[in-house]
């Protein structure tokens, strides 16, 4: 009886093999897929949930780590914090929000990819070589600043007269200032390589030959695109010669790597 279970198990698990094949997509699909752009930083930020355009206007601050200013953030030990206060009085430019949620690719993530995406970095740590993520994500919200309004400026020059401390301070490398964001869905299932012995697993699914199974619900992840421009940036690289000092800076390459590199943000309290 236990062997002619097995049996028919076996028989319908390579059936459903057969029939759905599925593989791991490369680390630019994904990037494609997923909608990721280049220049944004994706963190987690719970508190923002309920008013994700709070975020808009926020100040990054980036410290120097044993005396000097870091090129990579999180990975090295460094974590960048929100400022004490927000750039004020800044208006949202109504026609980049989105007006609906946008359906992304849903992929299969395994623990290789999970750490060679920075975006899929936090999921790296639950996964093993027996183990793989069936992901489905949505843009569910999204805008920015409108700096085309007189409120922009405004608001960061007076952000700027606040905060001179800031700017006097050598031990602070950079100030970013997010003027867009995006939120982003991220519903996944845990799948498992499949095992006779085991018990569960009614949702089957072949990934590139080999069959994994899951019996769990779906969980959802919230994360946020951060994109950014610079209030300042360590005196060394500074634009020397300039009058009067641009209001903000447009991120070099290296410095749009290095706010891409952040993965988190700790809140000042």
């Known amino acids: 009886m236990g062997d002619n279970s097995t049996e028919h198990i076996n028989d319908a698990m390579n ?3 057969t029939e759905k094949p599925e593989k791991i997509p490369s680390a630019q699909d994904v990037s494609r897929f997923m ?12 508190s923002f949930s309920g008013n994700p355009y709070a975020l808009l206007g926020t100040v990054i601050e980036v410290r120097k780590q044993n005396g000097v200013c870091p090129d990579k ?14 750039i004020p009085g800044i208006k949202v430019d109504e026609g980049s929000k989105i007006k609906e949620p946008i359906k992304r690719q849903s992929i299969l993530v395994d623990q290789k990819l999970a750490l060679d995406v920075s975006f899929l ?76 012995k085991a018990k569960g697993g009614a949702f089957g699914v072949n990934i590139e030959g080999s069959l994994y199974t899951s019996s769990e619900d779906y969980s959802l992840d919230i994360r946020y695109g951060l994109q950014p421009v610079i209030l300042k940036r360590p005196s ?29 943000v700790s809140q000042k309290g």
Do not use: M
Not at 73 to 86: D, I, R
Not at 236 to 264: D, H, K, M, N, Y
């Open 121 to 196: 970095n936090y999921l790296s740590t639950q996964l093993d070589g027996e183990s793989s993520f069936s992901l489905l994500v949505f843009d569910q919200a999204g805008g920015l600043v409108d700096r085309d309004d007189a409120s922009w400026a405004d608001g960061v020059n007076k952000w700027k007269t606040d905060n001179q401390e800031l700017f006097d301070d050598e031990e602070i490398c950079y100030l970013f200032a997010v003027i867009g964001f995006v939120q982003k869905y991220v519903i996944r299932k845990t799948y498992k390589k499949f095992d006779a």
């Open 236 to 264: 060394a690289t500074r634009v020397l010669g300039l009058s009067p000092e641009p209001l903000v800076r447009t991120p070099t390459g290296a410095e749009i790597s290095l706010f891409a590199s952040i993965q988190g």
């Open 73 to 86: 953030l999180n990975s090295t030990g460094v974590v960048p914090e929100f400022s004490a206060f927000k």
């Open 15 to 17: 059936k459903q093999v």
């Open 35 to 46: 909608g990721l752009e280049s220049n944004v930083a994706y963190i987690e930020a719970d």
